[in-house]
């Protein structure tokens, strides 16, 4: 299973997690963060690839996740090590991580976007074994979706721009024990209309929940799945 793939699947992994119902939530004006992130929600539900892109900037998203994952990656690299020393992937340096990530960032991102296009077009038949991969990704994504409810907090604005906490649960089935909970944090812009969309997405290692946790279930993941 290639590097690729993996990154792929915890990309996607994230995309579920946005998809999760949203639990105590009262529907806003369609001018407020909140509503904005309800939309993405009922578009990964509903499969809808239109409403996604009105409500998620991909350029920005996937750049910032690229971005923050090679850092967080990078300079936590002896931290990964030590919590799981049979993952080859952990056993690098820091300066080999950034060289490494920089070096795969345009085929990583790529990746993805055709994972979301399997997503977003279920009767799309699959051609190179890029596709198949893409494709199986895509059926991973309703699996996760399936098994993971998303409760959001006040978000925090500053100027044209928003900070809205997520916490993420699963339930008690395997792909919901994968990932008990986690927390990212969403970043929206204000668009001209009024309207917000999403531009990235973060985590970090001072939250229990954050980004250890999103690495423990990709491990778990793996061997849920049977990889080395």
Same mark, same amino acid.
């Given at each position: 299973?290639?590097?690729r793939?993996?990154?792929?699947?915890?990309v996607? /992994?994230?995309?579920?997690?946005? @998809?999760g119902? &949203?639990?105590?939530?009262?529907?806003?004006r369609?001018? $407020?963060?909140?509503?904005? /992130?309800?939309? #993405?929600a009922?578009?990964v539900?509903?499969e809808d690839? *239109?409403?996604?892109?009105?409500?998620?900037?991909?350029?920005?998203?996937f750049?910032?996740?690229?971005?923050?994952?090679t850092?967080l990656?990078?300079?936590n690299?002896a931290a990964l090590h030590? +919590?799981?020393?049979? !993952?080859w992937?952990f056993r690098? !340096?820091?300066?080999?991580?950034? %060289?490494?990530?920089?070096? +795969?960032?345009?085929a990583?991102?790529?990746?993805?976007?055709? /994972?979301l296009?399997?997503?977003f %077009?279920?009767?799309?038949?699959?051609?190179? *074994?890029?596709?198949?991969n893409?494709?199986?990704?895509? %059926?991973?994504?309703r699996?996760?979706?399936?098994?993971?409810t998303?409760?959001?907090e006040?978000? =925090?604005? $500053?100027g044209?721009?928003?900070? =809205?906490n997520? #916490?993420?649960? @699963?339930?008690?089935?395997? &792909?919901g +024990?994968?990932?008990?909970?986690?927390?990212v $944090?969403m970043e929206?812009?204000r668009q $001209?209309? @009024?309207?917000? *969309? /999403?531009? @990235?997405?973060?985590t970090?290692t001072?939250?229990t929940?954050?980004?250890y946790?999103?690495?423990?279930?990709a491990?778990?993941?793996?061997?849920?799945q049977g990889?080395d």
């Amino acid at each position: 299973m290639t590097y690729r793939l993996r990154l792929g699947a915890l990309v996607l /992994l994230v995309a579920a997690l946005i @998809g999760g119902a &949203y639990t105590g939530y009262c529907y806003h004006r369609d001018r $407020t963060p909140e509503a904005a /992130l309800h939309a #993405i929600a009922r578009a990964v539900v509903t499969e809808d690839r *239109k409403l996604f892109d009105e409500y998620v900037d991909e350029d920005a998203v996937f750049a910032v996740m690229h971005e923050e994952a090679t850092a967080l990656l990078a300079d936590n690299i002896a931290a990964l090590h030590e +919590r799981h020393p049979s !993952d080859w992937f952990f056993r690098h !340096d820091t300066a080999f991580m950034y %060289d490494y990530m920089a070096e +795969r960032r345009a085929a990583d991102i790529a990746f993805t976007r055709l /994972l979301l296009d399997y997503y977003f %077009d279920a009767e799309r038949v699959p051609v190179t *074994k890029e596709d198949g991969n893409a494709r199986w990704g895509s %059926d991973e994504v309703r699996a996760f979706a399936a098994h993971y409810t998303a409760s959001i907090e006040l978000p =925090v604005i $500053t100027g044209d721009r928003a900070m =809205v906490n997520v #916490i993420v649960r @699963g339930d008690d089935t395997d &792909y919901g +024990r994968l990932l008990p909970e986690g927390s990212v $944090t969403m970043e929206l812009a204000r668009q $001209t209309d @009024g309207r917000w *969309k /999403l531009v @990235g997405v973060h985590t970090d290692t001072a939250r229990t929940n954050g980004f250890y946790a999103l690495i423990d279930a990709a491990e778990r993941y793996w061997e849920f799945q049977g990889w080395d």
